[in-house]
Each structure stands twice: as structure tokens, then as C-alpha cells.
């Protein structure tokens, strides 16, 4: 494992957050990352719409090429974890032992890794629905969509369990930077 300065700023570390479409995740991570910044920490956010642009392009949406998906964000995560940055996954990871591995993986490097559920009720992400998916998925357009016609797994255990529906961003934020605080993480 590479040495890190010493203190919770040097020391890397994964956040996953999982939730449904529209759930917050994106929003959450890039609200929290600019408090880890500001606070010195070097931090990245893993998009999980970006990651499967430019990282996964050519999978799909089955349950193979989800699984994929998520290995692949894991590794780059933790590999990014390891060497000291504040690695921020707003991914909907819709398979709890897809999850899971990502962790034991975290696990076996020795890397920090903490799952938060952005546990949005499905009728709150319907409303918000910012990239138009349940508006298509209602309209018969689209099929797969997690949550509505697709599983989501909710973890069992995560270690932050957020239900984001009319509550600020920044409220939210906090808690997870409380829970990273708690952790000697930030």
C-alpha cells in the first residue's frame, strides 16, 4: 500500500453512493466534494453516467454488463482510494453482490470504502426525474428502468442510509461528511 501523509486529508478513501435514478447521488457527491476540497483533500467524482461514456462504452443494461460496470468503477475507485484521493461514486450499483464485492475488494487492499443509500422514495425521483427516464419508461419509450421495471437491491446494511425528499442538499452533505469525520476520513 503507498504511504500517505500523515492525517485524514492524505488519506484516501471511497464513498459509494447507490440509490435509484434521480435519487441525488450526483448532486450529493459533487456537493460533498467541494467541501473535501475546500478542506484540502485531494477528491474525484466518479459519475457513473461519465464513467459509462467514456469507460464502459458498448455495455448495456443487463445484469452482466451492469455487473461489469460496477467492477470496473470499483477498481478504478479504489485504485484512485489508494493512493490517497477522496473517491466519490454516485453509481445505482442496482445488484447488492456487485456491491459487495466492490467492498470486499476495498477490504482485501486495505482501502477505506463507505456505502451510503440515497434512499429516495421512487415516487420523489419520479417527480424529480432530471433525465426524463420515468416520463420515457411511463410512455413505453423505454424498459429496464431500475426501480420501476428493473430490481434494485436496497442495501441491508449500508453505512448512511439518506432519504433525500425535501431535505437540502447541503443537509445531506453534512451527514456524510460527519460520517467520513467519524471515521478519521476527513
Known amino acids: 500500500m503507498p504511504a500517505h501523509p500523515a492525517g485524514p486529508a492524505g488519506r484516501g478513501a471511497t464513498v459509494w453512493l447507490t440509490g435509484l435514478p434521480s ?16 478542506a484540502g483533500h485531494r477528491t474525484e467524482v466518479l459519475d457513473g453516467d461519465e464513467v459509462r461514456e467514456f469507460l464502459s462504452a458498448g455495455l448495456g443494461f443487463g445484469r452482466a454488463d451492469r455487473d461489469t460496470n460496477v467492477r470496473r468503477i470499483g477498481f478504478v475507485a479504489e485504485l484512485l482510494a489508494s493512493n490517497g484521493v477522496k473517491v466519490l461514486v454516485p453509481v445505482i450499483a442496482p445488484y447488492a453482490d456487485s456491491r459487495a464485492e466492490v467492498r470486499a475488494h476495498h477490504r482485501r ?3 477505506p470504502y463507505v456505502e451510503v443509500h440515497v434512499a429516495t422514495p421512487v415516487e420523489v425521483c419520479s417527480e ?29 446494511a449500508p453505512d448512511l442510509r439518506l432519504d433525500t425528499a425535501g431535505r437540502p442538499v447541503a443537509g445531506s452533505a453534512a451527514d456524510i461528511h460527519a460520517l467520513l469525520v467519524g471515521r478519521g476520513l476527513a
Open 23 to 38: 435519487a441525488g447521488k450526483t448532486t450529493l457527491a459533487r456537493a460533498l466534494a467541494e467541501r473535501l476540497r475546500a
Open 109 to 111: 487492499e486495505g482501502t
Open 128 to 156: 424529480r426525474d432530471v433525465k426524463g427516464l420515468y416520463a420515457r419508461q411511463a410512455a413505453g419509450e423505454i424498459s429496464g428502468l431500475t426501480g420501476v421495471d428493473d430490481p434494485y437491491e436496497e442495501p441491508d
